[in-house]
């Protein structure tokens, strides 16, 4: 078993900087293969991912729509994993989710990701 816990998020103005995190627990996490990825939800439409990244090595991958302005680490001593979003845009406005899997960081489709946080809100208006 796995638990997710998010962090960050809040109001900013568009082109501002935002950062929000994930800190993952459980015996399973630690020996399990797990990579880990945020997703975001916005009123009204369905969940999508936004980046992924392989826990044991580090490699990432990004949704076009935020590649270039989103950056995804993790710090593997605290098990935490961290989206920083730069050049915030108001359709960046969501519910952003924190999700853990031993699926490999390509994939994209919600329902492969079995483990989930309960997500924190990042709001861009000005």
């Known amino acids: 078993q796995v638990q997710l816990e998010e962090s960050g998020g809040g109001l900013v103005q568009p082109g501002g900087t935002l950062s929000v995190s994930c800190s993952a627990s459980?015996?399973?996490?630690?020996?399990?293969?797990?990579?880990m990825a945020w997703f975001r939800q916005a009123p009204g439409k369905e969940r999508e991912f936004v980046s992924a990244i392989n826990w044991s090595s580090g490699t990432t991958h990004y949704a076009d729509t935020v590649k270039g302005r989103f950056t995804i680490s993790r710090e593997m001593n605290k098990n935490t994993m961290t989206l920083q979003m730069t050049g915030l845009r108001p359709e960046d406005t969501a519910r952003y989710y924190c999700?853990?899997?031993?699926?490999?960081?390509?994939?994209?489709?919600?329902?492969?990701?079995?483990?989930w946080g309960q997500g924190t809100q990042v709001t861009v208006s000005s």
């Open positions: 459980g015996r399973t996490f630690s020996f399990g293969g797990y990579n």
């Open positions: 999700a853990a899997d031993t699926v490999p960081i390509t994939e994209t489709r919600e329902r492969r990701w079995i483990n």
